[in-house]
């Protein structure tokens, strides 16, 4: 029997692969029941040419149904594309989470290099590190950062490099250009970063211990994720530099502060706290 075709959001088709859904639904915490559940039900769904954003809203809906945790966390990739449609509240994003592992971090920052005034997305430093760090948000995730990017990247690091190696009390300390981004790479793109040296950071790269990974592994989702809150209550929240589901638990009166009453902040909480919380039951 031939496979289904899928359509991706590239307009690329491919074979139905239910391994990935089993994949992607175990990685965000599903049981082996509901995985089961929800595998059949695509499946008796599937016609030739359906889109992976029908099978994956699909998905979500079931998990909802199930779980606020599971849910939230299943969604991580479209939460992300949801901080957008400017770069600013995903740098926000990159800044709380280098915060979070020992980094101090300045966004937004103007540097003078050798030969002009940089804008540096994110300045992070930690012990005698030092980190330029830019950050490419697209809002299409079939998108990706060409060889260019990095190009372009590195010689505005190695400008502000040479100015910073000469500041008083930078002698012996560490300078490092680093490149983030929501989606992907190419592959000219990877092959450049690690000849010249230049760090990448992408929602796969490096394997295991890409921006998905980091995200997991440090339980820090974004409040974009939160089927509690309206997408003009994300919006007002990252407005406020709220970019994180644990800052809401943090920080609570900052629900107030948009408006948010009583009862739908407790909603609100709670779900921030069962996404955080990579042991918790079901909610």
């Not at 989702?221 to 007002?236: G, R």
Request: hydrophobic content about 35%.
């Amino acid at each position: 029997m031939a496979q289904i075709q899928v359509t991706k959001a590239s307009g690329k088709q491919e074979p139905f692969d239910e391994s990935k859904l089993r994949r992607s639904l175990k990685n965000a915490g599903a049981s082996d029941l509901i995985i089961d559940s929800i595998t059949h039900s695509i499946k008796d769904l599937l016609v030739e040419g359906i889109t992976t954003r029908k099978i994956y809203r699909e998905a979500f809906r079931q998990l909802r149904a199930e779980s606020h945790r599971v849910a939230g966390r299943y969604k991580l990739k479209e939460a992300i594309l949801e901080l957008g449609p400017t770069g600013f509240p995903f740098e926000r994003f990159v800044a709380e989470i280098l915060n979070r592992v020992g980094y101090k971090t300045e966004v937004g920052v103007k540097v003078q290099g050798d030969c002009v005034t940089h804008e540096i997305d994110v300045i992070a430093v930690k012990d005698d590190h030092y980190y330029m760090v830019e950050c490419k948000f697209h809002n299409k995730k079939e998108n990706s950062c060409n060889v260019q990017v990095p190009l372009y990247i590195q010689s505005r690091f190695l400008d502000v490099k040479n100015n910073w190696t000469r500041q008083p009390g930078h002698a012996g300390k560490e300078h490092s250009g680093y490149v983030v981004t929501n989606t992907r790479f190419t592959q000219d793109a990877l092959d450049y970063g690690e000849c010249i040296g230049l760090n990448l950071l992408s929602w796969d790269y490096p394997k295991d211990n890409g921006l998905k990974d980091v995200i997991g592994r440090l339980n820090l989702h974004p409040v974009t994720c939160l089927s509690t809150l309206t997408k003009v209550d994300k919006e007002q929240l990252t407005d406020k530099g709220i970019v994180l589901t644990v800052q809401l638990y943090e920080n609570r009166s900052v629900l107030e502060e948009i408006g948010i009453d009583k009862r739908k902040a407790n909603r609100v909480i709670k779900e921030a706290r069962a996404i955080c919380n990579s042991h918790s039951s079901n909610s």
